[in-house]
């Protein structure tokens, strides 16, 4: 804010050197011939060194135009800085202006570059002067390559420093560019008054989808604290995450929904202080590069016909058997597979930096997904642990094999980082738990049929031998209940 009261400045010094040539000597003298001077004057008034490389020329009818190329504006050592240049500038104000004091230009700005711009643009805006404000009216920014930005201000000159900035305005801004980002359009009401700036109700149009928000930012101490609000409905998540590069991940309709605070001079002491809650909801979409559902099935059929085969005391080598599943799980783990799913919903929340959720819900016609863990944002590693269960259970409530199968989560980890996130399933850990139980419930069958026969034998052979009822009837009592087991 203090390198536009500068401009201004400059440009009203400009437009009193023109006055000055035009009273007297515009049409007898090159105005060129005093670069010097003129360089000096915007010197001593604004504090500021000011270059004019190109030629000057001014015009006095219909009204009062400077013209200036080539034209560099820098800080005063020891700094020495650029702060501003542009390739031409023009300058007009109206005889009125001259008359009434009432100081009113339109500025045309032409190959703008500056610190506080992305690229280099094209500046066009009617200034007015009403102490203690600058009233800006139609406003144009093109930036080269990176869109434009349109808006209304009026700024109060007096009020400059972040710590006491008071202005009122709005704004838009069309297709502008930010590296592999795009922002189809934005566009907002902005007020502040004594440092505390509010820029709302704010809209934005980017990735194909519509966000509300509003921002604010207390730049009242030592140390700017901003509050964000967003919310967005109905949107395709996958265009949002393209613009990020994450692409072919994700997809399905979202609401999105923030509220977050942070404070800091920076982007990593803004992430570090980051807190708040991000609500999140989707609904028929994909995972894509799994097929959670065929590798859980297939899973659970393999170690079922293990079990089998097994149990009949077919010769069966395990290893053998293991490997054949690991083989099925990779191929349900590449390629164009996908997961589908109904609908997702997550709470997450974020303290100083520290992403946590703890209630992530994936339901699907034929699964369901529970999850937790965390993400530093600091650090950027990320630690997440979700639970897959299949639903529809084929198996009868006697089967113990099948039960134990259908009603065991395979786990998945979510882990490394946010450039480089490793998904995988933790299919070892289901495989040995799976085995172990078959193993132990195919031994117990075993165990239980050898119990059974020896006590048929037992039995027959006390019948035979004594002819006594009570044995026998002890003996059945026993049987039965081995049988039940």
């Given at each position: ?6 401009l ?10 023109a006055i000055?040539g ?6 007898f ?19 500021r060194?000011?270059t ?8 006095w009818?219909?009204i009062?135009s400077?013209?200036?190329e080539?034209?560099?504006l ?8 650029k ?12 005889w009125e ?6 100081i ?5 700005l032409k ?9 280099s643009?094209?500046?066009e ?11 800006i009216n139609?406003l144009k920014?093109?930036?080269?390559d990176?869109g ?5 201000f ?5 009020k ?15 297709n502008?560019k ?10 907002g ?9 509010n820029?709302t ?5 980017i990735?194909?989808?519509v ?8 730049l009242?101490?030592k140390?700017?604290k901003?509050?964000?609000?967003q ?8 265009h ?10 994700l ?5 999105l ?13 803004i992430?570090s202080?980051?807190?708040g ?11 894509h590069g799994m097929?959670v559902?065929?590798l859980l ?10 079990a089998?085969?097994?149990a ?5 080598n ?8 690991s083989?099925?799980w ?6 164009d ?7 997702v ?13 703890s ?9 369901g ?6 993400a ?18 084929p ?33 070892k ?6 085995m172990r ?12 049929k ?6 048929e ?14 044995i026998q ?7 039965d209940?081995i049988?039940?087991?």
């Amino acid at each position: 804010m203090t390198f536009l009261k500068r401009l201004f400045q400059i440009l009203i010094s400009l437009m009193l050197v023109a006055i000055l040539g035009m009273a007297g000597i515009a049409l007898f003298v090159d105005p060129n011939d005093y670069k010097s001077m003129i360089e000096q004057k915007i010197s001593e008034q604004t504090g500021r060194h000011l270059t004019i490389k190109g030629p000057i020329t001014w015009k006095w009818s219909p009204i009062l135009s400077l013209h200036l190329e080539e034209v560099q504006l820098d800080n005063l050592p020891p700094q020495k800085d650029k702060l501003f240049s542009a390739k031409a500038m023009q300058v007009e104000m109206n005889w009125e202006s001259v008359v009434t004091q009432k100081i009113a230009l339109h500025l045309n700005l032409k190959g703008v570059e500056t610190q506080y711009l992305p690229t280099s643009a094209d500046i066009e805006a009617n200034l007015k002067h009403d102490a203690p404000y600058l009233i800006i009216n139609g406003l144009k920014v093109n930036l080269k390559d990176n869109g434009n930005v349109g808006g209304n201000f009026k700024i109060n000159l007096e009020k400059m420093n972040p710590q006491t900035l008071t202005l009122e305005g709005d704004f838009l801004g069309k297709n502008l560019k930010a590296d592999k980002i795009k922002l189809d359009e934005i566009k907002g009401k902005i007020s502040a008054k004594e440092g505390l700036v509010n820029i709302t109700p704010m809209e934005l149009k980017i990735a194909q989808s519509v966000q509300h928000a509003t921002l604010q930012a207390d730049l009242r101490g030592k140390v700017p604290k901003y509050v964000l609000t967003q919310e967005g409905r109905g949107f395709e998540v996958k265009h949002l995450l393209a613009l990020f590069d994450v692409k072919d991940k994700l997809e399905g309709k979202t609401n999105l929904k923030t509220n977050l605070s942070a404070s800091g001079n920076n982007l990593a002491s803004i992430r570090s202080s980051l807190s708040g809650q991000v609500e999140i909801e989707m609904g028929d979409g994909k995972f894509h590069g799994m097929n959670v559902i065929t590798l859980l099935k297939t899973t659970q059929s393999g170690i079922y016909n293990l079990a089998a085969t097994i149990a009949k005391k077919q010769n069966f080598n395990l290893k053998t058997g293991a490997s054949a599943l690991s083989e099925e799980w990779k191929s349900n783990t590449s390629g164009d597979n996908f997961t589908p799913f109904k609908s997702v919903k997550a709470l997450i929340l974020i303290n100083n930096g520290l992403v946590k959720n703890s209630d992530l819900a994936i339901t699907h016609p034929e699964y369901g997904v529970t999850g937790q863990g965390t993400a530093n944002l600091v650090s950027e590693v990320i630690d997440y642990h979700a639970s897959v269960l299949l639903k529809n259970n084929p198996y009868p409530a006697d089967d113990k094999i099948g039960n134990y199968l259908y009603t065991t989560p395979l786990s998945i980890k979510v882990q490394g980082t946010f450039q480089d996130p490793l998904v995988r399933p933790d299919l070892k850990t289901y495989k040995d738990n799976a085995m172990r139980y078959v193993q132990k419930n195919v031994v117990e069958k075993m165990v239980q049929k050898k119990i059974e026969n020896t006590v048929e034998k037992i039995m027959n052979k006390a019948v035979k031998k004594e002819g006594n009822e009570k044995i026998q009837k002890t003996l059945g009592n026993i049987l039965d209940k081995i049988k039940k087991k």
